[in-house]
């Protein structure tokens, strides 16, 4: 059973400009939830998806942005980098929009903005 | 607003000794997980504990849960090498976040 993966692995951009990240769930999960890893701050909450659908979100400014398809695959989108956004972003899947679903997460995407 | 706080946050110790570390929170739940990381790698579903009175045990590793005092706690026996990794719990209070994680156990198990 394959797990989640996201795509890119690693990137390099400079402030200013713009990311896209990428994430597939575990097959038959539908929700799909975000999370920031700094040193400084460790993992936050960006947002959920489930149904095509953001679902929560976490305290960011309005230039992280996301969206799901109907394949439950997701994007995220953070527009303007700064170099605060220099991080690891984690994608995790799980069954169930919250409750007992647990958390299965990616590889990460590391972003790095010079 | 729900608050996870682990400690210590850094932890080293000789392999074959034993240690628990603990997991606050302040508010409410009955759901809380363990994960473990390596350095540069994804998180790792350790544990998953969704009652008060919850115990697991995997390996030289067992959580617990105690919903009242909310306090989860994770206690290493015999530690050996390959355990060495950050421990992180989360909690999930049902509110806007999914999970809220502490800020994480750095372990170094030294030979």
């Known amino acids: 059973k394959a797990g989640v993966t996201q795509t890119p692995r690693y990137l390099i951009k400079t402030r200013g400009q713009q990311v896209t990240l990428s994430c597939s769930p575990i097959?038959?999960?539908?929700?799909v939830s975000w999370y920031q890893q700094t040193p400084g701050q460790g993992l936050q909450f960006l947002f959920e998806?489930?149904?095509?659908?953001?679902?929560n979100k976490g305290n960011f400014p309005g230039r992280f942005s996301g969206r799901q398809f109907s394949n439950s695959r997701s994007e995220m989108n953070v527009s303007t980098l700064e170099l605060g956004d220099s991080a690891l972003y984690l994608c995790?899947?799980?069954?169930?929009?919250?409750?007992?679903?647990?958390?299965?997460f990616g590889e990460g995407s590391r972003l790095t903005v010079l | 607003e729900l608050k996870v706080e682990q400690n210590p946050l850094f932890l080293s110790m000789q392999e074959g000794k034993n240690y628990t570390i603990y997991c606050n929170y302040s508010?409410?739940?009955?759901?809380l997980y363990w994960y473990r990381q390596d350095p540069g790698k994804s998180l790792e579903s350790l544990f998953v504990?969704?009652?008060?009175?919850a115990v697991k045990q995997e390996g030289r590793l067992m959580a617990s849960l105690d919903t009242k005092a909310r306090l989860s706690t994770l206690h290493i026996t015999a530690a050996v090498h390959d355990l060495s990794a950050t421990y992180f719990c989360?909690?999930?209070?049902?509110?806007?976040?999914?999970?809220?994680f502490g800020k994480g156990m750095k372990l170094t198990v030294n030979p």
């Open positions: 989360a909690v999930d209070a049902g509110g806007s976040e999914k999970l809220v």
């Open positions: 097959s038959g999960h539908r929700s």
């Open positions: 504990l969704l009652s008060n009175g």
């Open positions: 998806y489930f149904s095509e659908t953001q679902r």
């Open positions: 995790a899947s799980s069954l169930a929009l919250s409750g007992a679903g647990e958390l299965f």
């Open positions: 508010t409410t739940s009955d759901r």
